[in-house]
C-alpha cells in the first residue's frame, strides 16, 4: 500500500512542495526524479535523500523546452524502469520575474512566461510522460493548482490565470486518458510557506499586510509547510485513491470555505 516502490517525476523537486513531496515519497519508498532548473539545490536534495538510505536521482530540465521535457521522461525511465507518478509541481509566480504586477505595467513577456511554465509545462510533461505512464499499472498524474485556480487575488494576474487553466486541463486530462487507466488530479494549496510565497510577499508595497491577507483566512491559523501538501501528494499517488479521478483537492487550511477573516472569529494566526 502507499507509495512504496512507485517510481516519480517531480517537476520543480528542489525545493518547496516538490522536495517536500521527493522527501516523503522516498521515505516510503518511491523511487524518486527530482527535475528542475535550479541544479545545486536539486543535486543536494537527492544526494540527502540518498544518504538516508532512499532512492533518488536528479535530472535538469527547463518545462517550456521541448526537448529537454522529452529527455526527462526517458531519462527517468532509464533510470527505474518505467515512470507511475508524474508529479507536475513546477511553477513561477510573475513576482519572480518582475516588480510590475498591474495589468497596466506587466510585460507580455512576463505573462507569457509564467503561462508556458505553469500551462504548458504541465502538458509538455503530460504529453511525454504518456508513453511511459501507458506501461505503468499504477499510473497517475498530480498537478499543482492552486486557491487562485478558484479566486481572486491582488498581483496574481498571470499565476491565477495560469492555475485556473491547470484546473480544467486536469479535468480534460483525466476524460483523455482514463481509457490508459491515467488517473489526473489536481491540488489547490492555500498559502504554503516556500520560496514562491516569500518572493511573492517581498514584492508587495505592504509585505505584512499580504501576509495577513493571506494567512487570516486559514481556519487552520497558521501558515501551510511543504509537507502538508506532500501528504496529500502522496495519498493521491498510492492505491488508497483509486477510485479518485478529475478531482480539484482543497489543501487550504480552510481558506475558500468562507468569506471572512480570523479576527472575526476572534482568533489569530500562529507563527
Known amino acids: 500500500m502507499g507509495v512504496d516502490g512507485l517510481r516519480f517525476v517531480i517537476t520543480g523537486g528542489a525545493v518547496g512542495i516538490g522536495a517536500g513531496t521527493a522527501r516523503l515519497a522516498a521515505s516510503r519508498g518511491a523511487r524518486v526524479v527530482v527535475s528542475d532548473m535550479n541544479d545545486e539545490p536539486g543535486q543536494a536534495l537527492v544526494e540527502e535523500i540518498n544518504a538516508a538510505g532512499g532512492d533518488a536521482v536528479y535530472h535538469h530540465c527547463d518545462v517550456t523546452d521541448e526537448s529537454q521535457v522529452e529527455g526527462l521522461m526517458a531519462a527517468a525511465s532509464e533510470a527505474f524502469g518505467g515512470i507511475d507518478i508524474l508529479h507536475n509541481n513546477a511553477g513561477i509566480h510573475e513576482s519572480m520575474i518582475s516588480k510590475n504586477l498591474s495589468l497596466a505595467d506587466m510585460s507580455r513577456d512576463c505573462f507569457e512566461k509564467v503561462m508556458g511554465v505553469n500551462v504548458t509545462g504541465v502538458w509538455l510533461c503530460a504529453k511525454y510522460a504518456l508513453p511511459y505512464l501507458r ?13 487562485s485556480s478558484l479566486s481572486g487575488y491582488p ?26 487507466g491515467i488517473r489526473v488530479n489536481c491540488y489547490c494549496p492555500g498559502s504554503i510557506h516556500t520560496q514562491i510565497v516569500d518572493k511573492f510577499l517581498a514584492a508587495a508595497p505592504d509585505p505584512k499586510a499580504m501576509l495577513n491577507t493571506m494567512t487570516m483566512t486559514h481556519l487552520v491559523p497558521r501558515m501551510g509547510q511543504p509537507i502538508d501538501v506532500a501528504e496529500l501528494v502522496c495519498f493521491l499517488a498510492g492505491p488508497e485513491s483509486q477510485f479518485v479521478n478529475g478531482a480539484v483537492w482543497g489543501i487550504d487550511g480552510g481558506s475558500l470555505a468562507w468569506r471572512g477573516t480570523l479576527d472575526v472569529l476572534g482568533m489569530e494566526v500562529s507563527a
Open 135 to 147: 506501461e505503468s499499472e499504477h499510473a497517475s498524474i498530480i498537478n499543482a493548482g492552486s486557491t
Open 155 to 180: 498581483q496574481c494576474q498571470a499565476y491565477g490565470a495560469s492555475k485556473g487553466a491547470v484546473m480544467q486541463l486536469t479535468k480534460m486530462l483525466a476524460v483523455d486518458l482514463a481509457p490508459d
